[in-house]
Every structure is written in C-alpha cells, then in structure tokens.
C-alpha cells in the first residue's frame, strides 16, 4: 500500500495550504484501509483541510472496527441485501461530523457562513467540506469501495486492463461534487465489493486534481497501468519514494490543484 | 531512474465567449465601443491569463443580428487571439445565437475536465426571434447549465428581463452600460476578474438549485446600480 500527497502547484502560488489528505492502516491479518479526501477549498470552505484529514481519519476508523466485527462472508452478505455500503457510509459521516464539532470555533465558523451570498448552509459543518474515497480490503477475499463527491477509482488487472469499478457519479460535474457537508450525506455514497474473482492487481485511489492533469479518459488510464508496470518492475519501496516527486511534477504541468493518490498492490499468492 | 507514469501532461482548458449583439440599433458609436473596449482590456486578459499556468484560456466571438455566425470557427489561446472589429445591422437573433453556442459547449468537443467556460453577452435590445428556444436549447447543455454567464445592457432599451434570464442567477444582474466609460470598465472587469475566478475555482458542494459553478467576485456596485448622470446611451 502507497499513498502521497502533495500541494498543488496553484496553491503553492497562492499561498494556500494542501486541503487534500490520505491515511492508510494495516492490521497484522491483511486487513488495509486506504481514504483519500479532497476538501473544497475556497473561500466558503475555510477548513477543508481539516475536514478532508477528519474525513480520512474517520473511514479509517469506520472501516477497521467493521473488520474487527464483521467477518468477509458477513460483510459480503451485507453488500448482497444492499445495508452495509450505506450503513458503513453513516458511521463515516457521523465519525466525521463529531469531529467536525469537537474542532469548529461557532463564532468563525458562522462569520464564514455569513460571508457567503448563497441561501442558508445545511449545516455548520459546511466550512469542512470534503470529498471521501476509501478502500476497504479483508484478506485476499474482498475489496469494498465507497466514494462520496468527486476524484477517481481506478482497478488494473494484471493484464493491464484499467476499468472504473464504482458507478459513475451523476452530481460530480464541473466543479461541482458531493460532499460530506451535504444534508444526509450517507445517501450521497456510491458504493461496491470486489469479490475475490474481481480483485484487481493494482487499487488507484485518486483525488480530481490528479485526472484533471491529464487530456482524457485514455491517457488517465495510461497512469495506472504505469504505475502497476513500476511497482513490478522497481518495487513499492522505489514507487513510494518517486511518488511524492511525480505528483508535484503532475500538478505543475498539469490542473494545479493538490494530488492525493493511494494505491493498494496485490502481492502475488 | 524510474520515469514519472502517464505520458503528456494537460492543462485545463477555459472557454471564453464573446456573444455580441450587431443588430442595427448597436450600429454607430455602441458597437464602435464595444470594439474598443474588448481590444483595450485583451493585453489585461493576456497578463491574467499567464499568471495561471495550469489554465489554458481560449476566447471566440459569436455576432448576431440576421442569423448568428462565429468570428473564430475555432477557440482560439488568449494569447493569440485578436479582435476583429464587429460591424451592426439587422434585426436581434439572440435565440439562434444561444443555440450556437450551445452547439458548441456540447461534450465533446468539449471534455468533462474543462473549467467552467465564461460567456458575456452583450445587447442594446430586444431578441427578435425565439429567445427562449435558444436559452432552453443552451441551459440541456452541462457546460451551458455550468458556464459562468454574465449580460452587459448596453443603454436604456436594453431587454434586461431577458438578460436575467440568460444569467439565471437573482445574485447577479446584467451590468449597466450606459455610456462609453461604463462599457470600458465592465469589459475589462468580466476579462480579468471573472477570468481569473474561472480560471481557478473551488470546488463546491452540489446543492437543489446551484446558482453559479463559480463563485463570483463582488461586483462593483456602480455596474449595476448606476448614478444614471453621465448616461448618454
């Protein structure tokens, strides 16, 4: 498992911090977690990247105590009747959104609020607006996947075949995308398992700003076959340590916007 | 030394849309300032847009009077692009006009990954004919529905009921262009301010009824709440 993030190269002009985040955990069994957010940025969105890195923090911490509680089959079965994407995805938020309490100043939080022309927010945790991308794998037994607001899932088999595992997102359009600081935000999750017959050889977790470097679909798909291609060829050790630079490069050349990237590589049986 | 994945890298591409009328009632001093205006603030928009590397800006004009036709058949880089002076008469067909443009914001030949394009439509009049069957064939569009669209009113006869209509967002009325000075200010405004909050927008939460894709800078309020002394138009 690798992950990096780096400022994007129009922050960095800015004078802005990196408002995406990752964090990853794995449990001596082979269970691994990966999320990646990418917090909203903008005036209106002053803390999203506190909220992006609360985002992270709380499927981390959703998704290993559904592990510890839950065995493969039970979560499989879970998925089947169509309950656990969504019951998972309200733990996540509710995780989020306490932390989000524990963390905001009211006085600012509502002099932000107020400072916006637009209808009245939701909610306080608008300030805190995040996307959430997380990757849930037990074992060699099954992937689960949820996504909530924009970035992208990329699954490569060994034979180099990329698809997008996760249904397409119909609200991520333009600059416009779900998000945790939505009114049931639960209900904003897409999600789906990857059974042991479907598990791809290399996970592509990826914020926006990292496909919006790119001219098309193809040549976004020519990233995660490269990078499964390096990872055999030069190890995760090597891939990890490029990765940081790459992105920095990605985004100067590219959308400018911050790259958070995760990836989980099958180790061969 | 392992190489960076992927192959060429992309900078996101910005469509900016000149949508000028050229009836008749524009012809004589109106469309001779407009002219003036939008070559005066390009070197402006130049500097704006080099400031943002990660954003390639493209600019085209569409003329409507009789018909509607493109003055650049193709986006042109602001860096190259150069305004051909716009000439007036004729009735008022803002409807096909929309429609065009809407012809031209369809996926593709624009991508997923575009910013959000910026379209200025600027009228002294009234449509003549069927302004609604352009705005409706413009907003099916995604990136119609998602442009940053403003309206300059170029004097009192100005059909500002259909120019809100095209902006689609109370927020924001169409400007107030009633002498040379005004039109000035206003072109240069929408060349740089707006261009450079397209250019690098944030992201925002999806919501019911979003009014704008791009959250606009405050306008200065003498655009839209003219003193109406030094009124000629």
Redesign the interface.
Known sequence: MLAASVTGAAHLRAGKPNQDAAASWCGEDGTVVLAVADGHGGEAYSRSDRGARFAVEAAVGACRDLADRLAPMAIRDGMAHGRLGQELAREIVRRWQRAVEEDRDDEEADAVVRARRRPAPAGMTRPYGTTLIVALAVGRELVLLLQCGDGDVLAVAGDGTVDRPLPPDDRSFGNETASLCLPEAWTEFRSRLLDAGELPALLLLATDGYANSYAGEEAFREVARDLLFAVGRDGGEAVGAALPGWLEETSAGGSGDDITVGLMVRREA | M?T?????????PLHFIWICDCSGSMAGEKINQLNFAVKEALPAMRKEADE????QVFVRALRFSKGAEWINSDPVPVEQFQWVDLSAGGPTDMGRALSMVADELTIPPM???A??PVLVLVSDGQPTDDFEKGLARLLEV??GR?AVRLAIAIGKDADRDVLAKFIGNA?IPPFEANNAEALVRQVRWVSTVVLRAAS????????EA??S???IPEIPVEFVAPSGEDDVW
Not at chain 2, 5 to 11: D, K, S
Not at chain 2, 52 to 55: I, Q, T, V, W
């Open positions: 392992i960076r994945p992927g192959g060429t890298l992309a900078t996101r943002n590397p990660n954003a991508t997923e990954r910013l959000p995604p990136w998602k927020e690098s927008p944030a992201s925002q939460p999806a919501e979003p009014a894709n791009v959250p």
